[in-house]
Structures are given as structure tokens and as C-alpha cells.
């Protein structure tokens, strides 16, 4: 992990992602520990493979950690934090097809 690096975001995680981040496969949950790492040490929160993506929940940013499994994201640049919204499956993260 980015131990020496500077931190340059916080992390709002709701209870409820919180709760479905514990109840994913172990090898999902590593893959987005080490995304929310990078991100909190990165000046810019967005991946450039991220997408910007209207859900049942609104615009997000969608991030790809499995070809399952998403979490969406809206960085709030002002105050540096990085408000998680939906963690799971692509179709219960809220993808409108």
C-alpha cells in the first residue's frame, strides 16, 4: 500500500457499503482496497478507465473491478472527498441499459 505517499482524499463509506464490501469474494474486496489506496493518493480520484454513467441512483463515476463487479463513486473536488455510493454486481450497482 501507498504507506509514504501524501494523502490527498478522504473516504465517505457509508454503513451499508461498508456491509456489502465485507460480504464480497476476498479476491473482489483486495482489488478494491488497492483502487480506494490509489485513489486517496492520487490528486485525481478518476481512473481513466472509469466512466461517467447515469444509474437508478444518478450520474456516478463507475469503477471496474471485476467483469462483475462495480463500484460507483462522486469525488467531491471541493472538499477532497470521495463519497462511495454502490458496491456489487454491475446490475446491483445500478447500470441503466
Not at 36 to 44: A, L, P, R
Amino acid at each position: 500500500m501507498n504507506q509514504h505517499k501524501p494523502v490527498y482524499w478522504k473516504v465517505n463509506e457509508p454503513k451499508k457499503f461498508s456491509t456489502a464490501v465485507s460480504n464480497l469474494p476476498r479476491q473482489i474486496k483486495q482489488r478494491y482496497l488497492e483502487r480506494i489506496d490509489n485513489m486517496v493518493h492520487s490528486e485525481n480520484p478518476i481512473d481513466r478507465s472509469d466512466k461517467w454513467e447515469r444509474t437508478r441512483y444518478g450520474l456516478v463515476w463507475m469503477a471496474r473491478l471485476s467483469d462483475y463487479y462495480r463500484f460507483s463513486y462522486l469525488p467531491d473536488h471541493k472538499n477532497r472527498v470521495i463519497h462511495l455510493i454502490r458496491i456489487g454486481g454491475h446490475k446491483e450497482v445500478g447500470t441503466e441499459k
